[in-house]
């Protein structure tokens, strides 16, 4: 049993299958999925399923190479990765006393490094520092507030 929908919201539907070749064209073409399908008024699940409806290839995902990490909006190249984590490792034994200390958290020190808090915590896991679980870290903020 299919379910009730508005005259208006079929409306828009039978006008979007109806332009079925040029929404095909527009995605071949490049644009995005959610741009095609706001401009129709329909949701890009909806649309997406149209498309799967008319075997329209979806393109591959856009994977980004091995080692970049976000900085702001531009990317870091592996080679820039490489010597931000060189810089943390040259400076062992301060991040490891900052860190078990509570002076600072993975996050903090992932922020001041630019490198993410999981390789942090493998690192300092791999040199044999205690590495906080959520509960202890927040534990650490409520006291670090508290004493203010």
Request: hydrophobic residues 40%.
């Amino acid at each position: 049993m299919s379910r009730r929908i508005s005259a208006q919201r079929a409306a828009v539907c039978d006008a979007a299958r109806a332009d079925k070749d040029v929404i095909i064209f527009r995605v071949q073409a490049g644009e995005r999925i959610a741009q095609i399908a706001d401009d129709y008024g329909v949701s890009d699940t909806w649309l997406r399923a149209r498309l799967d409806e008319w075997r329209v290839p979806r393109r591959p995902r856009r994977r980004l190479r091995s080692g970049y990490v976000f900085r702001g909006r531009a990317r870091r190249s592996p080679e820039e990765l490489a010597a931000a984590r060189a810089r943390f490792v040259q400076r062992r034994d301060e991040v490891s006393t900052r860190y078990a200390s509570g002076a600072v958290s993975a996050n903090a020190l992932g922020r001041e490094f630019g490198i993410s808090d999981r390789w942090i915590a493998a690192q300092l896991h791999e040199w044999g520092v205690p590495v906080r679980n959520w509960g202890e870290a927040v534990d650490i903020l409520r006291r670090r507030a508290h004493s203010r």
